[in-house]
């Protein structure tokens, strides 16, 4: 046994930041879509069970989903899982939360495992891996772990600029409550609503709700977010975004030239911003 699973980053096309919950976590409504931008699991029976990421430093997702699979007494044989890193890492695309959804959606066929232990494993390892269970367009809310998959949106692509700098994910929400850039509940079920009643399936997200409130955090502990964010707009873009929690900054482009346009607009970047690249929207890991 050799498998190869594939695992699409993600970005937030709009994320709604609002109150504190009894948790410590926010209530959220954000808009997430599966882009190629992906790393690649490969998983191979071994001596006991081995994670390996490089790059990544310290613990990881996948170790934390692979011993929750353990827990659910999963009987697959020891396994030795390498990650081919392509999503930057704490950048806001979702990489380590791609990591463990791509074994979680592998384990089944390695050995039996109930589609109800794997959806609850999701959520108990952090609110971004149900979302990338299945890979393409779905509304989070709650903390971003209630999740409803939507259709496909209309032609659009992205361009991705990862910068040379990281930022924690808990940093990046309390700077947001320094910034009270929080909504309160009515604010955001109105967000919800608005957001519910234009997802029709080939549709284009409006302009006004191309937005991520924990952008203005993201620049105030990182800087340069401010001037790609700049650059990315200059390059052509429809829009340009910060990446869930930063300090990834995307362009997104729409139309049936779109593909084009990024590709050229990424060209014009890459100066300024060696790393940037094109990424188009997914739906399945191949």
Same mark, same amino acid.
């Given at each position: ?19 504190? @919950?009894?948790?410590? *976590?926010?209530?959220? #409504?954000?808009?997430? /879509?599966?882009?190629? &931008? +992906?790393? !690649? $699991? ?62 979680? @959606?592998?384990?089944? *066929?390695?050995?039996? #495992?109930?589609?109800? /232990?794997?959806?609850? &494993? +999701?959520? !108990? $390892? ?78 284009? &997200?409006?302009?006004? $709700? ?77």
């Amino acid at each position: 046994m050799r498998l190869r699973e594939l695992a699409p980053g993600k970005i937030n096309l709009c994320l709604f930041l609002g109150p504190v @919950r009894g948790d410590g *976590r926010h209530e959220l #409504v954000t808009l997430f /879509e599966s882009v190629s &931008l +992906a790393d !690649e $699991l490969v998983i191979s029976p071994s001596s006991a069970d081995e994670v390996v990421a490089p790059g990544v430093e310290g613990s990881n997702l996948v170790s934390e989903a692979l011993a929750g699979l353990r827990r659910r007494r999963w009987l697959a044989p020891p396994l030795r899982i390498e990650i081919d890193k392509r999503i930057p890492v704490a950048a806001g695309m979702g990489g380590g939360s791609a990591d463990a959804a791509a074994l979680l @959606r592998v384990a089944p *066929r390695i050995a039996p #495992v109930g589609a109800v /232990e794997v959806a609850e &494993l +999701a959520v !108990e $390892l952090g609110a971004d891996v149900p979302a990338q269970l299945t890979p393409g367009v779905s509304v989070g809310t709650g903390a971003g772990e209630v999740v409803s998959w939507r259709a496909g949106l209309a032609e659009h692509a992205l361009v991705i600029v990862p910068l040379d700098a990281a930022l924690s994910t808990a940093a990046v929400y309390a700077e947001a409550d320094r910034l009270g850039l929080g909504r309160g509940r009515d604010e955001l079920q109105a967000r919800l609503a608005e957001l519910d009643a234009t997802l029709e399936p080939g549709g284009r &997200l409006p302009d006004a $709700l191309h937005v991520n409130d924990l952008a203005p955090a993201a620049v105030s502990l990182c800087p340069p977010v401010e001037e790609a964010l700049a650059a990315v707009r200059t390059a052509g873009a429809d829009h340009a975004l910060v990446c869930g929690s930063g300090p990834t900054v995307a362009g997104v482009f729409w139309g049936a030239d779109s593909e084009d346009r990024a590709r050229r607009a990424a060209a014009a970047l890459t100066g300024r911003f060696p790393r940037a690249t094109v990424a188009l929207p997914v739906s399945s890991p191949s």
